[in-house]
Structures are given as structure tokens and as C-alpha cells.
């Protein structure tokens, strides 16, 4: 099993350019989960998803878009991107409901916007 | 609000010590979980510890221990026998369906 991968690993984009983030598991989760890690502020819950055609707004969901079509991919749209944006993502996912609910991490993305 | 915090923004123990990392929240609910995540400089985040609220009984694995006081809104990590692979980011969090995340120490074991 691969877990939980992430698309691009590294990526630079210019102020106002778009871009999405995929993010995939193999291990029939149910609930998906979009992170940034910036320095000194731990994980922040940007967007999250319970099920397939499911999304919901997490703490810092703004400038951001999320989609999911399909139970294992979790897509993370940027539609016109800032530098405030710059960023490490990290895609997360779990079984959910009444368990553990322990998540599961991908590598991460690094952006840079300039 | 849910809130965490990690009050010790960077700490250091010799290798083979023991270290305590401390983490409090505030939270309304009764049922949610405790984690310890660790993030080595690979990035990748770890689990390393969980605990159920509803378990008065403290978490253990290997040389990971938790303390839980759920009445103090407490959650500490004790690392013994401390290793240098144990340096690394490590970030307390705790929820349900959503988790929220402290903002980590940074633990460093000198050789």
C-alpha cells in the first residue's frame, strides 16, 4: 500500500497563477483532510471531506477550493494564488466515525508563491 | 473554541535521558482523542502515541508514555531511554472528527 500521496512535491508559482494539489489513498478512508504548515504555527485545518462528494470548511479555509469526486482522491485548489499562500500542505486521511481516527499524513507539498 | 498548547517551544537532553513534553487544551466535549505526532526533518508527520478521553488507563508504547489528566486538560509525552532518532518536531493534537494541532517542540537529543 502507498498510504497517502501527494501532488507535486515542490511547486513555485507567480502572484495570481492557479493551481491544484492532489492528494490520494489506497486505504479506503473515509474522511480527507487539507493542512498548512507554516513556521512556528503548527497544522491548520484549511478543508476536510467526511465521504465522496462531501466538503466542509476547516480554520483557514480562504482562497481555497476543494473537491471530492472520487472516495480516494482529495483535490486543493488555489484559483488565484498570494504570497500569504506560501506554504507546506499536507494531505490527511482517516476512517472516521466512532475510532481511533488516527490520520494518516502524505510527504507534503512545499509552495512557494512569489 | 478548540485550543492546544505546547508551552515548550524547544527543549535538549542528553541521549539515553528521559524528557517530559507538556501539552494542555481546552475543549467543551467529552469524547475526543490525544495524539502525539512526531515530524522528523524528512517532514513526514508520525504518529508516535494516542489516547482515548474516555480511558482512564495512560497510553503506552515502548519507550512512549503519556500522562493524561482529563480533569487538568493535561496530555504530556515522556520519552525514555531517549535515542537520537527521537529528534524531531513533535506536535500534540486532539479531536474527533476534526483534529486540532499545537504548535509544537522542538526536541533535539545530544549524542
Known amino acids: 500500500n502507498a498510504g497517502v500521496t501527494q501532488t507535486p512535491k515542490f511547486r513555485v508559482l507567480k502572484t495570481g497563477q492557479s493551481m491544484t494539489l492532489l492528494c490520494a489513498q489506497d486505504?479506503?478512508?473515509?474522511?480527507m483532510y487539507w493542512y498548512r504548515q507554516d513556521p512556528g504555527m503548527g497544522l491548520r485545518l484549511i478543508h476536510y471531506s467526511v465521504g465522496e462528494g462531501t466538503t466542509a470548511k476547516g480554520e483557514v479555509p480562504d482562497g481555497y477550493n476543494v473537491s471530492r469526486l472520487k472516495k480516494q482522491n482529495f483535490l486543493l485548489g488555489l484559483e488565484s494564488a498570494a504570497p500569504s499562500q506560501t506554504s507546506v500542505y499536507f494531505c490527511?486521511?482517516?476512517?472516521?466515525?466512532?475510532?481511533?481516527?488516527?490520520?494518516?499524513f502524505g510527504p507534503g507539498t512545499r509552495l512557494t508563491v512569489l | 473554541a478548540q485550543t492546544v498548547t505546547q508551552s515548550q517551544p524547544e527543549m535538549s537532553v542528553q541521549e539515553a535521558e528521559t524528557v517530559t513534553l507538556s501539552c494542555t487544551y481546552d475543549?467543551?466535549?467529552?469524547?475526543?482523542?490525544l495524539f502525539w505526532y512526531k515530524q522528523p526533518p524528512s517532514r513526514q508527520m508520525i504518529l508516535v502515541i494516542r489516547q482515548e478521553a474516555y480511558k482512564q488507563q495512560n497510553a503506552t508504547e515502548n519507550r512512549f508514555s503519556v500522562n493524561f489528566q482529563k480533569a487538568a486538560k493535561s496530555f504530556s509525552l515522556k520519552i525514555s531511554d531517549s535515542q537520537l532518532g527521537d529528534t524531531a518536531m513533535y506536535f500534540c493534537a486532539f479531536g474527533n472528527e476534526k483534529l486540532t494541532f499545537g504548535t509544537g517542540t522542538r526536541l533535539t537529543i545530544i549524542p
Open positions: 490527511a486521511s482517516s476512517y472516521g466515525g466512532i475510532s481511533y481516527n488516527e490520520q494518516f
Open positions: 475543549t467543551s466535549e467529552n469524547n475526543y482523542y
Open positions: 486505504m479506503n478512508h473515509e474522511y
